[in-house]
């Protein structure tokens, strides 16, 4: 028998149930189920953030995270034991964040399924979502061979804080102006990141022409995470180049400049995250010998 509870408000001790279930479910799957943004809210929950909790035999066996967006857009992210799957746990906690959706007003839930398989899929289309995104991870092992070659007129340095700021986020969102996720960033989203344990301006690097940033490549160290990764990640966090100039090899001096960093700083492996959709990107990646190692689903649900 599984009960659903929703967590109102929510206590430290959800939060730490919920931690438990994400680990235990990576351990078993190799890769994350609920993603940084889900821990950044539930760090500090607003009123836009709804947790439930799932229970057999009064034991935790799967949680379900969603916030909502103002704007009618519930994204959700959901965890279950794995010894739990296939018995109806992501159904019931589904049922009960629908529930709450309408409380918020909202118009479409996006539901996030990371390492997104068959078994997913057919969840998800069973429940009458559809896929409305794909996410790639990518990787590469390192050093690569190609050493970053600068286009005229571009000189590099790191991310200074308390300087940049105003000009990435600049840069940052014209660069993702069709990306809902990194296009809207404002100064107080990147002091958030400034603040964070992993935050190295060293690993931020900055490609400088007559008119300000032109491009940056933002690196982020994965320490080990035993026994899912024996060695440390390192992730192209973000990257983006100015729209007026991108097709003059800045991207790919970036992507090379920040794999040579990652060497540097010890780790064995290039990683990043990709729209499947973004085929400049994916071009570029897979030309620098980057492949697909994970795809994560986001599924789409009009509500009435
Ligand atoms: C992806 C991005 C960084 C590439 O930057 P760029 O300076 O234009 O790239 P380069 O000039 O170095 O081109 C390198 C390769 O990328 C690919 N590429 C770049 N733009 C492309 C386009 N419009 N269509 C197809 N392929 C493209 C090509 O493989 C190209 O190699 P080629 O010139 O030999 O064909 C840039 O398009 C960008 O900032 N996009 C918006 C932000 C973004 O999507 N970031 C990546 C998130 S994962």
């Given at each position: 028998m599984i009960d659903v509870r929703r967590c109102h408000p929510i206590a430290p001790a959800d939060v730490a149930a919920v931690h438990a279930l994400a680990d235990t479910a990576e351990a078993a799957d190799g890769h994350p189920s609920l993603g940084d943004a889900v821990w950044r809210d539930l760090g500090?929950?607003?009123?836009?953030?709804?947790?439930?909790?799932?229970?057999?035999?009064?034991?935790?066996?799967?949680?379900?995270?969603?916030?909502?967006?103002?704007?009618?857009?519930?994204?959700?992210?959901?965890?279950?034991?794995?010894?739990?799957?296939?018995?109806?746990?992501?159904?019931?906690?589904?049922?009960?964040?629908?529930?709450?959706?309408?409380?918020?007003?909202?118009?479409?839930?996006?539901?996030?399924?990371?390492?997104a398989d068959d078994r997913a899929d057919a969840f998800a289309t069973s429940r009458g979502f559809q896929v409305e995104r794909e996410l790639r991870e990518m990787r590469v092992p390192l050093p690569i061979v190609e050493e970053p070659r600068w286009p005229?007129?571009?000189?590099?340095?790191?991310?200074?804080?308390?300087?940049?700021?105003?000009?990435?986020?600049?840069?940052?969102n014209r660069a993702f102006v069709h990306d809902p996720d990194q296009g809207g960033w404002t100064e107080d989203d990147l002091r958030v990141r400034e603040t964070e344990p992993w935050f190295d301006p060293a690993g931020f690097l900055l490609a400088i022409d007559d008119r300000g940033i032109a491009g940056f490549c933002w690196t982020k160290v994965h320490a080990p995470n035993l026994p899912i990764e024996p060695d440390s990640l390192g992730e192209i966090y973000v990257i983006g180049v100015d729209p007026d100039r991108q097709r003059s090899g800045l991207g790919r001096a970036l992507v090379v400049g920040g794999l040579v960093s990652l060497h540097e700083r010890g780790t064995p492996v290039g990683m990043l995250f990709v729209d499947a959709g973004n085929e400049p990107a994916v071009a570029l990646y897979e030309a620098l010998g980057f492949t697909t190692t994970r795809a994560d689903r986001a599924y789409a649900l009009d509500i009435a």
């Open positions: 500090t929950p607003s009123e836009r953030t709804t947790l439930f909790l799932a229970t057999a035999d009064e034991q935790p066996v799967g949680a379900l995270h969603t916030t909502a967006d103002g704007n009618g857009r519930v994204t959700a992210g959901v965890v279950v034991l794995p010894d739990h799957r296939e018995a109806g746990v992501a159904s019931a906690l589904l049922d009960a964040a629908l529930g709450a959706a309408t409380d918020h007003h909202a118009r479409r839930v996006l539901l996030w399924a990371f390492g005229p007129g571009i000189t590099t340095r790191p991310f200074v804080i308390g300087q940049d700021e105003a000009a990435w986020v600049t840069v940052n």
